[in-house]
Structures are given as structure tokens and as C-alpha cells.
């Protein structure tokens, strides 16, 4: 039976190498966007006809892309897949290789838990689920292993059915600290349907020139609410930073960095830009800023306190220094973890207030 790999990323190049070494015997690479004509001497093509459908397809990727991957695979005919923690499972040498492609990985610094403030941070957490959470993503990110593997949950990214949030909220005046291009506020459109709860209003913030314009078409399909978009960052003041923007992702970084990517952007606080608007509900997915747009926003949670969802993946300490940092602003949060990806990437802080 012919074998295709299908992605030629940084996880794929990682997989791929271990697979071939492994002895895997492999037809090409199958790849919708690389400029790359080979990887490890094999072709790059993209998906088409002239492909054999009966192959097994080794999908070399984060899974959160597994269902859209396949999906299309399907229509055209493939049905023989070997999913990302399937591969994993062949490949489960190379985790800690897999691991330097991740945000939070620092290679001259090897991540340590510092166990006073994992212990501080236990004790505001609300049930078992998420201190076993925590432990594990601490425990794997010291000790990369396929046995210290944390599973993603794959819930609805912010909106997780496990966390008792919807008590707390009647209608939702939602604001996106990285709002991209819509995929959130799609969401959150489905779980107000879901949950039947208004939609206020929406203020979304998006920096990147490229991803506004999406945003903005993806906004313009909602008509039954009130939207904002925000040309800029988010942090502790307003400023002026440097920001960079490339294919993979897009974060504020040191003022002193030399990056062909970067530029200057504005940036603002959210205490001086939405206190009028009351909002009660703040999510933050802005690339390890985290902590500096919540130290713009302490007077919002101390006044408000909004649900937060809060990304903690992006800074290695973000685990701990987060939560109790929320908690040192406003003590009258439920705290919650989720795991919702791969590796330990997409960890979410829930904070919701206590009723």
C-alpha cells in the first residue's frame, strides 16, 4: 500500500524525519501552501486528482486542522488515515524535537516548575479537572514525553461546555484581544445561538493589516449586533510598539529587535478605551501580551468583573503568573483550565465570577 505525508511544516519536517528513519516508505509530501519543491528528497504536490485516493495518508500536523484536512481528502476520495496523535504514537521519539517549534519553548532556558506558585495557583482552582490540568502541562513541559503526553479536549476554543460560565452572563458584551480574522466571534455567534443569549455588542481588536481585512468581512455576515473593530494592540498603556507579522504568527516584541517583518503599531489600555462600554466578557489570545493587556484592564475586572478567557500558553510562566495575577486584581473569580490543543499549545484560563 502507498504511504503520502500530508503537511510539510514545522511539525511535518519533524514527524517526516522520524518516520523515514523509522523506515516508513513514503510517495511524496501532500501540501496546499509551501513554495517547497521537496522535503527530505521527496516531492511536494498538492492535492489532486492524480493522486492515488487508496493510499494511507499520515497527517503530519497539529490536529486541530485534522477535520478540515480530511474533509476535503474525502470529497476527493481518500479514506485510509493515520491521524496526528496516531502518528504521534509511531513518531513518539521526537516529541521533544516537536517541542522547540512551540511559543512557549525557550531553548537556552529549560522550563522548571516553580511548585510554590503552581501550589497558589492549585488552590484557587475550582475543581479536580483543572488542577490535574496544570500539573500535567507543567509536568510535560519539563519532561517532554509521549508518557506525560496532556490530550487537548478539543472544545469550542473560550467557550468551553465544561466550564460553568453561562449562569453568570444574560447577554454577552464580548470583547477579542486578538481578534484575527473573525474565527472567534464565528464562534461565539454559534454559542449564543446555542445557549440563546443576545449579543450586546462585540469590540474587537486586531492589529495586523491583513487579518483586519478578513475580520472585517467575516463581521459584515453579522447584522443582529453591534460591532467595533479597533485598529491596534492591547496592552498595559497606550503606546506606540514594535509589532511583527508573518505567516505564523504575530505578537509585540522588544522595541530593539531587528525584524524585516516588524513595524510600528499603536497600542492601547483597555481601562482608557472601554470602561463606558461595562463589558462582561474579555477574552485574550495576543501572543504572550497577556500579561500587560490585563494590567490594562485591572480596573475593568476590579469594576466589572468580566468572564476572562485568557490565553496562557504563549509566555512559559503564564501558567502561574497569570491566574494569580488575575486573582491578586479581583479575588472573586472561579478559576478553570483547559487544554484545548496539542503539545500543550491553546491552554486557556476560565475565570468566572463567583455568584
Same mark, same amino acid.
Given at each position: ?16 524525519? !522520524? ?11 501532500? =501540501? ?16 489532486? %486528482? ?16 485534522? !477535520? ?5 481528502? @474525502? ?8 491521524? +496526528?496523535? &496516531? ?10 524535537? #516537536? ?8 531553548? %537556552? $532556558? ?14 484557587? #482552582? ?13 509536568? +510535560?513541559?519539563?519532561? /517532554? $514525553? +509521549? ?7 478539543? &472544545?469550542?476554543?473560550? +467557550? ?22 473573525? &474565527? ?5 455567534? %454559534? ?12 469590540? #474587537?481588536?486586531? /492589529? ?28 498595559? !498603556? ?13 505578537a509585540i516584541i522588544d522595541s530593539n529587535a531587528e525584524d524585516? %517583518? ?16 461595562? /463589558? ?18 485591572? !480596573? ?17 510562566? =503564564?501558567?502561574? &503568573? ?22 500543550? @499549545? ?10
Amino acid at each position: 500500500m502507498k504511504s503520502y505525508i500530508y503537511g510539510a511544516g514545522g511539525f511535518s519536517q519533524v514527524l517526516t524525519k !522520524e518516520l523515514l528513519r523509522q523506515g516508513l516508505k513514503v510517495e511524496c509530501i501532500i =501540501d496546499k501552501y509551501t513554495e517547497k519543491t521537496e522535503l527530505y528528497g521527496l516531492p511536494i504536490v498538492r492535492p489532486s %486528482d492524480e493522486l492515488d485516493v487508496n493510499a494511507k495518508v499520515w497527517l503530519a500536523f497539529s490536529s486541530y486542522l485534522d !477535520e478540515e484536512v480530511t474533509a476535503e481528502l @474525502t470529497t476527493m476520495g481518500f479514506h485510509d488515515f493515520m491521524y +496526528f496523535m &496516531d502518528v504521534l504514537k509511531v513518531a513518539k521519539n521526537c516529541i521533544p524535537e #516537536l517541542v522547540k517549534n512551540l511559543i512557549w519553548h525557550r531553548k %537556552d $532556558s529549560p522550563f522548571r516548575t516553580d511548585i510554590n506558585k503552581l501550589q497558589e495557583v492549585e488552590r484557587l #482552582l475550582s475543581n479536580q479537572e483543572s488542577i490535574d490540568t496544570l500539573r500535567g502541562v507543567s509536568n +510535560f513541559r519539563e519532561n /517532554p $514525553s +509521549f508518557d506525560n503526553y496532556v490530550h487537548g479536549d478539543f &472544545d469550542t476554543h473560550y +467557550f468551553s461546555d465544561n466550564v460553568p460560565w453561562s449562569q453568570s452572563i444574560e447577554s454577552f458584551r464580548f470583547v477579542d484581544c486578538g481578534a484575527f480574522t473573525g &474565527d472567534t466571534l464565528s464562534q461565539l455567534a %454559534d454559542i449564543s445561538e446555542k445557549y440563546n443569549k443576545k449579543i450586546d455588542n462585540v469590540i #474587537l481588536f486586531e /492589529p495586523e493589516e491583513d487579518n483586519r481585512k478578513k475580520l472585517i468581512e467575516t463581521a459584515s455576515k453579522y447584522q443582529s449586533f453591534q460591532y467595533y473593530i479597533y485598529p491596534c494592540g492591547v496592552w498595559k !498603556e497606550s503606546a506606540f510598539l514594535t509589532f511583527s507579522s508573518n505567516s505564523s504568527a504575530s505578537a509585540i516584541i522588544d522595541s530593539n529587535a531587528e525584524d524585516a %517583518d516588524s513595524y510600528k503599531i499603536m497600542c492601547i489600555d483597555i481601562d482608557t478605551a472601554l470602561m463606558g462600554a461595562k /463589558p462582561n466578557w474579555i477574552k485574550m489570545d495576543i501572543e504572550g501580551a497577556e500579561k500587560e493587556a490585563i494590567l490594562g484592564s485591572k !480596573e475593568i475586572i476590579k469594576k466589572y468583573s468580566p468572564i476572562l478567557t485568557i490565553a496562557i500558553y504563549h509566555q512559559p510562566y =503564564d501558567l502561574w &503568573d497569570i491566574p494569580l495575577l488575575i486573582n491578586e486584581i479581583n479575588p472573586n473569580y472561579d478559576m478553570y483550565i483547559r487544554a484545548h490543543g496539542d503539545l500543550t @499549545t491553546e491552554v486557556v484560563l476560565y475565570c468566572v465570577p463567583k455568584i
